[in-house]
């Protein structure tokens, strides 16, 4: 039951992530409409606000995409069907499942989802990851890592 366990913390760590993001979202679009009524707003400064509130929309998205995947997963476990795979039904990889507990593929079964995942690394790198503090793994990136 020790997976079920890291899935719950999981979950409980995603809803506060998206929680927080949605707030961020929601004071920056304010003070963005704000700043486009005095007049005097930067074209550039007003592209680089649109590019950050892109990239945290994307991140959001990616956040609610794994805490999906995690509910998925948990319902899987309820169902005494935690670590079936949810594509071909064969058995998910142990060594799989403890490093990505929200899992529900086989490792060839993601690999046939790649395209996806490598969205997903364009979309947020790394190094943008590890600047804000958030070193947690995003489900889109993590998912479709190489396993072999
Ligand atoms: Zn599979």
Request: proline share 3%; with cysteine.
């Amino acid at each position: 039951m020790q997976d079920t366990e890291k899935l719950k913390d999981k979950k409980h760590e995603l809803e506060q992530l998206i929680q927080q993001k949605r707030e961020n979202i929601t004071v920056s679009m304010a003070e963005h409409t704000d700043e486009l009524s005095m007049f005097d707003q930067h074209p550039a400064d007003l592209a680089t606000d649109v590019y950050e509130r892109e990239k945290e929309l994307a991140l959001l998205e990616l956040l609610e995409y794994e805490l999906e995947q995690v509910n998925l997963a948990l319902e899987k476990y309820q169902q005494g069907d935690g670590g079936v795979c949810l594509q071909c039904g064969g058995r998910i990889e142990n060594k799989r499942l403890e490093r990505i507990p929200s899992t529900t593929l086989c490792a060839a079964c993601a690999h046939a989802q790649a395209p996806t995942g490598k969205l997903s690394e364009e979309v947020i790198p790394a190094a943008d990851m590890s600047d804000r503090g958030e070193t947690f793994q995003v489900a889109g990136y993590e998912l479709f890592e190489d396993t072999q």
